[in-house]
């Protein structure tokens, strides 16, 4: 893909600008020509499910993914009911959002059982499969920084994402690969061009060293240590075609006006993933 | 092993009470019935070397290992061949303090290029492993959790760290088992067990969820999510009968009297690690 094609597959994460609300984000995506947007549940009720959907269509923006699903582990059968219940409801937001994809957040250790919590997960995710089906809509597993595992998710490595995939064996399920996740890991390209149909997303930002915090101090592109512009191309080569989104926690980038970052984020983008300096 | 045995192999490393010298960590696991302390070197040198091994001639207290070598990535030869002249000391240190093992941080990414950054640290452990056949001591390679990867640590995997050792093919290099570091490894069973006689090291403490720091945010054994008895008996079952230190970097924990850590040190241990309550 040439730069030029590979700029219409830009995609903006709405959590990168959290001052906007969805119907800013789309706004904005057209404004600054970026032609996707990765919206947040949250941000989706509060503008509403269809007047966001009207936006979509007014404004030709489209929608890259819908996060988040996930968080299955619970401690009771009536509380793991209830969050698959959640994820039908996620999966229809994003059928009526007109994305195919639900990123998830598969959910921390309970009761100090690993081995129960991923089986949690995996029975989780089996439930959805056929309602998911239905609708056309995906799910994206997407492996965690093992930072998150005791809280967010005991899908920690992407080894273990790509794993359960393939086990979980339907055309429903995939990984999303976010560099800030995986980028240490010594397999993270062999890993990328094994995915083949089961690579449904990649998401780019930037690690920085030491990071301020954790959860909210990811770097902008080009701040931090990762190879983006490798990783980038590891992941077309895998035969990824499809959007790249930009999803940046970080307290500072979210203390800056909206229209500053995205063009921040196009400048970067282009220079740190793209390579074109 | 049982229980009485077990407690003899309890070793306190010495960054668990921050405010305690190195005569004070002597000194206190005499005083507590603790048969082996981990130093660094840092200390060390601020009570002298000589002083430091007369102490522990005298309180017969053992030095389970010597924290730490390693850093090896740097960006001119002329700074890589420091690090290396660095790692020669720690393994002096560590003869004379009568522990056959130096614990490696390995160090973290240079210029973005983590396989160069690799490299770095295989060439480094290379090229002391004649120096530390020659006095008798062994090098840890210390897989680190991969939230270090960028400033700390490139081998942030277990899996990695455990193929690094292997590869270097020499009975001085071994494997240092933290479980803050590989606790969330879908794999950390099978690669404890499948490290043999490169099984150099077990530390404990716990992972908080989420960690209020990830550097100096660490539990006592107990208040976090590890399945520490399970990870202690797979470390046992695969063969490794040394010592078992006890590290936590906690600014709260440092802030305690030293004591009355020791204290609920051991009570911890005795319920948490080995199951005993």
């Known amino acids: ?17 959290q001052t906007w609300s969805a119907r800013d984000a789309i706004e904005g995506c057209a404004r600054h020509g970026v032609g996707y947007v990765g919206l947040w549940r949250d941000k989706v009720q509060e503008a509403g499910l269809a007047a966001t959907r009207r936006l979509l269509d007014e404004t030709g923006v489209r929608v890259s993914s819908l996060c988040r699903g996930g968080f299955f582990p619970a401690p009771t059968i009536s509380e793991r009911a209830e969050r698959i219940e959640d994820n039908r409801r996620a999966i229809d937001e994003a059928a009526e959002l007109g994305t195919d994809l639900v990123v998830l957040v598969c959910g921390g250790v309970v009761d100090r059982d690993m081995p129960g919590s991923r089986q949690m997960v995996a029975d989780g995710i089996a439930a959805l499969i056929p309602y998911a089906a239905e609708r056309g ?25 790509a794993a359960l995939a393939e086990r979980l064996a339907s055309p429903q399920v995939g990984v999303v690969v976010d560099v800030y996740h995986v980028w240490w ?22 690690w920085l060293a030491p990071p301020p915090d954790v959860l909210l101090g990811r770097g902008m592109m080009g701040d931090g240590v990762i190879d983006l ?49």
Do not use: C, K
């Open 229 to 277: 512009h490798g990783l980038h191309a590891t992941a077309r080569a895998s035969g990824y075609m499809g959007p790249v989104e930009v999803e940046i926690f970080n307290r500072d980038i979210w203390s800056q006006p909206g229209d500053e970052v995205m063009a921040l984020m196009l400048e970067r983008y282009r220079a740190h993933v793209l390579g074109e300096r």
């Open 137 to 161: 809509v995906r799910l994206g597993i997407e492996p965690l920084h093992p930072v998150f595992a005791g809280d967010r998710s005991v899908i920690a490595g992407f080894g273990e994402a």
């Open 185 to 206: 890991d010594v397999h993270v390209h062999e890993l990328m061009r094994g995915l083949g149909e089961r690579f449904f997303a990649f998401h780019v930002n930037d």
């Open 1 to 17: 893909m040439n730069v030029v094609e590979e700029m219409r597959l830009l995609s903006l994460n709405q959590a990168t600008i």
